[in-house]
């Protein structure tokens, strides 16, 4: 089911909905029991839509940042990958927060 969540949200991304049912999905992974262990899925989405708005923060930055200092190296990792506005966004966040 989580893998077919994680589709559902990759599919909603630059559509109006996005926003609303992203919270939702989020939820439902929530629910399911996910944990740190998809932030990796998550930051993969980010990387293959670089340009796109997740919100200010939006779900899925919630969902990552409660992992906070742990998602670190993923999230460096994903910078160095293929940096997305939004991941890049997110380590100055982390920066500012230090």
């Known amino acids: 089911m989580t893998e077919e969540l994680l589709r559902q949200l990759e599919e909603l991304i630059g559509t109006d909905e996005f926003e609303y049912r992203s919270e939702e999905i989020m939820e439902q992974l929530e629910d399911e029991g996910a944990g ?48 997305a506005a939004h991941t890049v966004w997110m380590l100055q966040r982390c920066i500012n927060a230090a």
């Open 36 to 83: 740190i262990e998809i932030t990796e899925s998550l930051l993969s989405i980010m990387e293959r839509h670089p340009l796109d708005d997740y919100g200010m923060p939006g779900a899925m930055t919630h969902f990552i940042e409660r992992f906070y200092p742990d998602f670190l190296p993923s999230l460096i990792a994903s910078v160095k990958r293929r940096p």
